[in-house]
């Protein structure tokens, strides 16, 4: 049988990296950038990251959240 994995699980379950670009919940997503929700929620109003509607729900792409680190990692300094 096989296991039921809740999306607001504390933890994010080992099945989300089978898939190349899985989609996280609000809370895996803020637990993935190490933020709290309310943050991700602002920066989704904020249109600073992009979701995805799975019909009531809001999904974030990890490539999505990546894309978001990136941008604001600071360049070593010299």
Do not use: C, W
Request: no cysteine.
């Amino acid at each position: 049988m096989s296991e039921v994995i809740t999306p607001a699980s504390a933890t994010i379950p080992e099945q989300v990296f089978k898939n190349p670009d899985p989609l996280l919940a609000i809370s895996e997503a803020a637990e993935y950038l190490s933020v709290p929700v309310r943050m991700v929620r602002r920066l989704r109003a904020q249109r600073r990251i992009a979701a995805v509607k799975v019909g009531k729900h809001v999904r974030f792409r990890v490539s999505v959240l990546e894309a978001y680190l990136a941008e604001q990692t600071d360049p070593a300094r010299g």
